[in-house]
Structure formats: C-alpha cells, structure tokens
C-alpha cells in the first residue's frame, strides 16, 4: 500500500505539470500507469476521475486566480461534458473500450499533425465561445470517460485551433474538467463501485501539490510553444493506441 501511494503521488506530479502546462495528459499518464499495475480498464478509468475531481478542482482554482478562464466557455463545455461523461462511464462499465480508443486515434494525429504543421504566421487570438464548444464538450466527455482519457486533447487541440487564447483555454478546460470527472466518478461509484484506494489517494495528493505551479506555467509559456507543445503531446498519444493496438495482437 505505500509503495502504490508514493508511485501514485509521484506519477501524479509528473502528470499535473505536464497537464497544467499543455492543457492535457494528466487521464492518459494516470490511466497507463494504472493499467500497468494491473488494474482492470472500467476501474481505471474510475480511479482516475475520481482523483481528477480534485486535482482539476484546485488546478481550477488556481487557473482562476491567475486569470485563465472565460465564463461563457465554462458554461458551454461543462454542460454537455458531464452528459457525455455519463453516458461514457456507463459504456465503458459493460462494453471494451479498445474501440473507442482506435475511433480517437485519426482525430487525435490529425489535429496534432495540423497544430504543428500550420503556417506559422501570427494568429488572431481571441477568448470568444466557438460554436463548436457544445458538441466537442458531449463527445470529449463521452470519450474521456470510455478511454480514461481524451477530454483535455480534445478540447484543448479543437479549442486552440480555432484561435481561442492558449492560455485561456487550459485554464477554462480544466475548471470544467473538475465538475465533468466528478459527475463521472457518481456514474463509475453506481456501476463498479470505489477503485484502489491508495492509488487513487497518490494521485490527488501528487496532482494537488503540483498545481498551483502547473497554472504558472500555463500563464508565462509564450501561445506558440503551447501549441506546438499540444501538438506533440495528442501525436505521441495516437502513436501510443496504434502501438498497444499492435502489440496486444
């Protein structure tokens, strides 16, 4: 139990910077170390939401203090998000989710692929709610809650390309993260029950001591870096279900 807490909180600190600074990767690093302990998908996918109830709350706030949220956006990806978490712990409590994993992988190395590649002029930044923002919080939900991941490099990626404020946009994503995982935690409590406690313990721990840095990070990284480093982050995540696809076959 306390090696599994400290790997836990360790993993959780990693995650959190890498996740307060890019905006995504905090689900997918949690959830691949958990199921390299062995714990089954459905109760991974659990545990993590359960500890990103917390982490995304004080990685919030802290985004709220700094000034890194836009209301309006809140509002029109939390909604919609929590509906499709809902639905998403309930799929992926009965159904595999390898599927949904490959169906992301195209849209996740597309968009990489198109953040990194893009001219590289100066971009009209704005903090306005696309249209796009309702239906990519119903489908980011949807699929975060199925794959354990996936909410922050959907939105973040989408949100970013369609020149809302880098910045502007993790912060935002990860306030309404927080009220999306806890929606899904109640849906995964109902279907699976309470997850490894001392992992879960580690993650919230880890992720809430690295959070205030983590928005710090997000308020000085120049727009250009953040993009270029999202890019990266969702092509390394395609690559990675291509290659667990492959050799689990």
Known sequence: MPTDFLISAAIGVLAQLVDGALGMAYGVTSAAMLLALGIPPAMASASVHY?????????????????????RLFWALVIPGAIGATAGAYVVSHVPAVWMKLALTPYLIGMGLFLL???????????????VSRPLGLVAGFADAVAGGGWSALTVTTLVARGVRPRMVIGTVHLAKCVVSAVASIS????????????????????????????????????RVATI??????????INNIAHTLLSH
Do not use: W, Y
Request: net charge positive; glycine share 10%.
């Open 229 to 238: 480093l999202a890019a990266l982050a969702v092509l390394a995540i395609g």
């Open 51 to 71: 500890a990103e109830t917390l982490t995304c709350g004080a990685s919030g706030i802290s985004h709220v203090m700094a000034g890194n949220v836009i209301k």
């Open 188 to 223: 995964f409590f109902v279907h699976v029950g309470f997850p490894h406690g001392a992992s879960v313990a580690g993650l919230i721990v880890g992720g809430v001591v690295a959070a205030p840095l983590s928005a710090v990070l997000a308020r000085r990284m120049p727009p």
């Open 117 to 131: 590649l893009r001219p590289q002029r100066r971009q009209r930044l704005h903090e306005d709610t696309p249209p």
